[in-house]
């Protein structure tokens, strides 16, 4: 806006502060939005990243070593099919104690019959313990499909053994550490962590940024309606929208007009007045 | 293996305590006596039966008798059963059962067991004998088949390799024969094959072994793609001969009994293993002794799962091999190799 | 960029907001794919070597019998169950040691016949070789028979098995971002209209009253930014032209009352009456405040509300099943039901009160009322023991959200003037449909990570912000015009107009129907059937009504503003919609499912608008005797007995039809419902219809 009178400090007339001093304040409560909005999308994206990756990862490490409780178990389940009683299969030890040297993250395998006892296990110390009856539960409940559990810092997978007569004799548990899926995954989580917090760190600055240069527009435009005001009423003149102004500061160019137009208006009448107050 | 499972004829009173590791639920339980009643002395489906008690830690208490194969004994078994107030009665055989528990519409009901719930095993034909059907025995009774039925045998025989026209050798004398091969002939009307069959000669009112090979050579002509041996005594003996001649025509063979697969040349076979069968049966009086369910409202049926039997060095003979997935499933019977179930 | 209206600020704010928020997502799930296959691919080759030495094993056993390995028989059978049980896992196949493909399940054999021909597996190393063939990565697993090795066993990886995983996180992801981006609209919105829009409307409405010479208000008090700055200048500048007015009028007064010349008073006077004919002051001895509340006010805080409710959108059968314990003498599919339909009911029971109540005590006060059983509702409801406590906690939520609800429609209703009324609802509806977005994505899929009963609590504490949104928010001034309530007989007396009982029972209630029964209920049991599908597909899946809906909406009242063919819109969308459930007799698939949410999207889009659009034509007398709101208000307490009908009607057909065909079944109710509108449709005609009372 641009003023026909002379210029003199707006804010003086108006006994405010500066107009300095709020400059800035609209885009930093709006900047504080929208970096907020952010930082939760951003933080959302990666969790979501993470915990599919983490679901995908671990199912199919829980995948691998349901198929090796399942050759254990086919080969278990062959001798019991021959009729020998579960407790009576040497050969099962062997069998776990090969499997388990295949892969070194096998913590432990061990067999249980129906009632949890230990017959069989890769850490022979074991053997005659009882597993949970949790695990009895779960082996009795899924009679074809694997079963999954955590015990302490050990992820579990295991498959009930079923005899001929399709009756659970027992189930077979394969321990691994879940350090191992965790270090599997871990890579990941430090670098979602680092590449969310470089791009929150940019976008963040560019949303500040972006915001200042449209509410700097803003507040400019304020600025000058409101130095049009103060100097229109302390001084004068007309106010005249500058060159593609928007209705807005053309329906405001009248109302400055007007406020002038009152105040003049008002200080004739009191000045007549005083004189007509003088002149008795 | 069957030297090392199959346990002298125990005689005589026996008491077995099968307590085992006894768990939490009830350490002091009174065990279960049951009373065993067996025709040919102590083998498979009795170790199957006693077993199945030790692997489920179920203590009970087994008053074993052997009649010895004399039907005599049976009513002297009959009274102690009833005397001893057992809690239930194991049956072996046909004989056994029926003598000991009754045909199902016996007149004399009070000669028999009917107030102790029993269960049998090793019945051949049930139906029409003891029960009046499998689905229930309407009486405090109730047991397992043995026999693999004639549908899951075709089954098998068609997993193995499609046929057109199945083979049958059969002693004419034996009225079973013609029933398999009649069933025979109702199934291969429906999925797709003939059946052709030769009777054993027969001289002086006994099957002659001799003719057996000639028959076979007959049916080879006759363009079979597979020989099935039903389960009949005399061919029960003479299995080397005819599978024998099976092997020497070049022709696979199907046996429903154990021993042409295991002993003989017989290609392969399945059957129900008597253990197995037994451990059913230990399932089905744990049923009534533990679950409290009443004995008629436990169907009489058979295993769920098939033993299949592989002869390893008749199919390299034949070059005929058997499907990877069959041979996952089998026991492989290879005397080369030292694999014997 | 006029800065008493909304839109041109917003869109460049909104633009900004698309510029910071897409692209690091972007790059960041660009970056996490990267590091995902990096990850999976060791892993996937751990879990080939395992199933490859099982096979190989097995395959060595036959060899061992004496099975040449060019004889092995039934291979395709023996591979086929392997590769449907490891997904993972494309082909398998056995060479021998001249490479040439003897067994092969899987894949075509000229795709690979070129890579072994080439390879060299003649060397004698026991170990697996791993090599890149196109699309596959290929682990070959030596198979050694008694005389040394006699060909390899092929694991053929399926590179589509990690982009498919990887799919399924950029979907994800999308699912979230655009969630986020809505949230983003809303808050934007909300802190532009708080901080700017909503003070610049108030001082352009100042403006307009001084422009015709009415000096007699200012705006309300601002903020310490630039706008609250520049509305205090602005009124610094009313004050003072104010301030010259009232010493003006002392002096005036001081004069008239001391003066003793006559002629002076009575031209005092006459100044006084130019001033006071040109200007207009206050006549309180200040100007009055001026204060305009918006529709929009209240949008953040309902969004937020409806957002907590729309979480558990997804999983609400679900979790109702894992919770459920046998009713005697119900069967388990109607006790799934329940919960679903007694919230339905609570809702029609609870907000014709409701909404008396926001009129009398004031919609803040009962929206803050409705918050505190809602938010018990979801605390509880993450901690229900059985189905029977659940129904109590989403009994009590019911109520709750009737409230709440009601309290932001009187609101709207009550600051928006009758003209701006429609406008007003739009905003409501707006909200409502944009939380159902995002609250049914972003709920679902949160579910799926992190389970159903933190998902509720996530929900609780989302309605506690809306709480504290709204304590912030002024109460509204109390309508003194006291609708009068129309009795019961009224109402019941509105049904005596068919036009309006066919549009409640041949298009209200049927929508209703399909709505609640198939889709809120049916729909997730149904989905899960499928294995493959998980609780985020779910969400995604339900998430596509929402968006139909919101983008087809504002194009149907449009068009039938423009054509005047509003009966004819409701019985289109009607048949489309019974048309979306019958889609499972084309094919029993989570495809068609989705295809089936497609069309209920465009089936209430195109119907929604205009039914509520008819009501003014169709009960024109009726409107004018009992109010138009109290005919809406009839409409919406009848549809929500079809809401309650819904879920129960469904049940009833679960144990005959089974999931797939019960979605069917209501289908056909809906669709056999709608086509009867449609035949009644046609005897509508169009226009006011003041004929209807005299027809009696």
New interface residues.
Partial sequence: MRQDGQTSL??GF????S?RS?????A???SL??VS??V???L??????????E???SS??Q??YS??VF?VK?KVE?SL???L???QLRQVQEIIEREKA?DSQILSIQVY?????VLFDTDRGAIGTFVGSGLVDAAKASSAQSFGATDDDMLIVGLPLV?????V?GGILLRYPQAYVEH??G??LI??SR??AE??A??SV??VA??YI??G???R???S??RT??TV?SEGGQAVPEAGG???EE??A??VT??RE??D???E??E???R??R?? | MKGALLRLAILGLAVVMLAGNAVAAEPAAKPYRIYMALWRGWEDAAQGFKDYFINQNIPVELIIRDAAQDKDKLKEFIAEAKQLKVDLVFTWGTTVTEEMLGRWDASDPQSYIRDIPAVFAIVSQPVGGVVPSLESSGRNITGTTYLVPMETQVNLIQSYRHITRLGVVYNPLERNSRVAIDELSAIGARSGFEVASAAVEVVDGKPLAASIAGKVAGLKAAGIDFLYIPPDTFLNVSRDILTGAALEQGIPSFAVGENAVVTSKAMFGGVYRYYTVGQLTAYKAEQILVHKIKPEAIPIDAPKRLSILINMPVVRHLKLYPPMKLLELAEIIDPAEGKRP | MTLDRTRPLFVRLLLLAFMVLVPPVGLLTYDALGEFSKGLVPELDKKAETVGRDLAASIERAVGYGIPVDHLVGMDEFFTPVLRSNPEIRYLAVTNRDGRILYLTGARREVLEPFYAVADFDDDAERVRKSNLGDFVDLAQPISGKNGRVGHLHVGIDDGFVRGRLMEIVIDIAVVTLGALLVAVEILLFVVLVNVIGPMREVGMVIDRVRRGDFSHVSGSGSDDEVGHFVSGFNAALRYCDDLFRRLEDYIDEVKAAHFDKSVVERVGEIEARVRFLFRFSRQGQPDVITERQAADIRLPLFLFVFAEEMSRSFIPLYIRDLSVPIPGLSPDLVMALPIALFMLLIAVVSPSAALAASRLGSRRIFLMGLVPATMGFVLSAWAYSVYDFMLWRGITAIGYAMVTMACQSYIAQISKQERRAQGLGVYVGAVLTASICGTGIGGVLAERVGYRPTFVVAAVLAVIAGMLIYRLLDTPQVSEQRSSPHLRQYLGLLRNWRFSALILFAAIPSKIALTGAFFFLLPLTLMLDTAVDLGDVARIMMIYPIVVVTLSPLAARLADRTGWKAGLVALGGVIGGMALVTPLIENSPQMLALGVVLLGVSHGLSASPQLAMIPDVCWTECRNIGQTNVLAFLRFAERLGSFIGPLLAAAFLPFFGYYDSIVAVGAISLGLSLIFVVLSFAYGSGPHIEAELME
């Avoid at chain 1, 108006?14 to 502060?17: D, H």
């Avoid at chain 1, 709020?22 to 609209?26: K, Q």
């Avoid at chain 1, 959302?44 to 990756?53: G, T």
């Fill in positions: 707006a804010a108006l006994g405010l502060p107009a709020v400059r800035g304040s609209l930093r409560k709006v939005a929208l909005i952010l939760f999308t951003l959302l994206a990666a969790f979501f990243a993470y915990y599919k990756f679901s995908v990862y199919l490490v995948s691998r198929f090796v050759t086919k062959d099919n021959l009729g009683a579960l407790r295949r019959d129906a009632q949890g006892e005899n001929t007569l399709g009756k004799e599997g995954v890579g990941l670098q979602l590449t969310t791009l929150l940019v976008f560019l949303a972006g915001l449209l509410f527009r803003v507040s435009k304020l600025g309606m409101e005001l103060g009423l928007d209705p807005f329906r405001f009248e109302f007007k406020s009152a105040t208006h008002i200080r009448a009191t007549e007045i005083g007509l107050d002149l008795a």
